[in-house]
């Protein structure tokens, strides 16, 4: 009996820090959603086609993109389909150099963006977390490519704030 669940015990040690892991990885998507929409909902809708010079994106484009990177990465992470782009995104996604994007187009895409990954990292396995996902050559495990993707959204979100001060405007107190 003793030597049975011992055997259970070990077997199950594994799936205790994987669980963790993506608990925490979880958690961590859902605060900087919240926070980074919080950072976009801090610009008023007539600044968001600013842009402190004409070789940056505008504040609505940065958050467009972050959006736009979050649906790619977690689709290709957790192996579900990308949901379809809205008509003013697929818009601005063929020409991102001449459309903006407006403030409720920006901070719906962002909402419906961290509401995707959210529920594709919750749905992840152990073994998908570990699984290479990506275009040869720049494979990477889908936990990698998760965390790459959770940096890039906090450079990008970290440039939005420097728009707001720009503009005079104090970004919210930052939150982890």
């Known amino acids: 009996m003793k030597t049975r669940l011992f055997v259970l015990i070990a077997l199950a040690l594994p799936a205790f820090p994987q669980t963790g892991i993506q608990d925490a990885l979880a958690r961590h998507w859902k605060t900087s959603g919240d926070f980074t929409i919080t950072v976009a909902k801090a610009m008023p809708a007539e600044s968001y086609n600013f842009r402190p010079n004409p070789e940056e994106m505008s504040f609505g484009q940065v958050m467009a993109h972050i959006a736009l990177a979050n649906l ?6 957790s192996g579900m389909p990308r949901p ?7 818009a601005w996604s063929k020409d ?13 895409f962002l909402t419906d963006s961290f509401s995707f990954c959210y529920s594709a990292v919750n749905g992840m396995s152990a073994e998908k977390l ?14 990698e490519t998760l965390w ?7 450079h990008h979100r970290g440039q939005a704030e420097v728009y707001l001060r720009v503009k005079g405007i104090k970004p919210p107190d930052y939150v982890f």
């Open 72 to 77: 790619g990465a977690c689709s290709r992470a």
């Open 84 to 90: 379809e782009l809205p008509a003013k995104i697929a």
């Open 96 to 108: 991102t150099n001449k459309i903006d994007v407006d403030r409720d187009t920006a901070i719906q």
């Open 130 to 143: 570990h699984a290479m996902v990506g275009p040869e050559g720049r494979q990477m495990t889908a936990f």
């Open 148 to 154: 790459s993707y959770f940096t890039h959204t906090a």
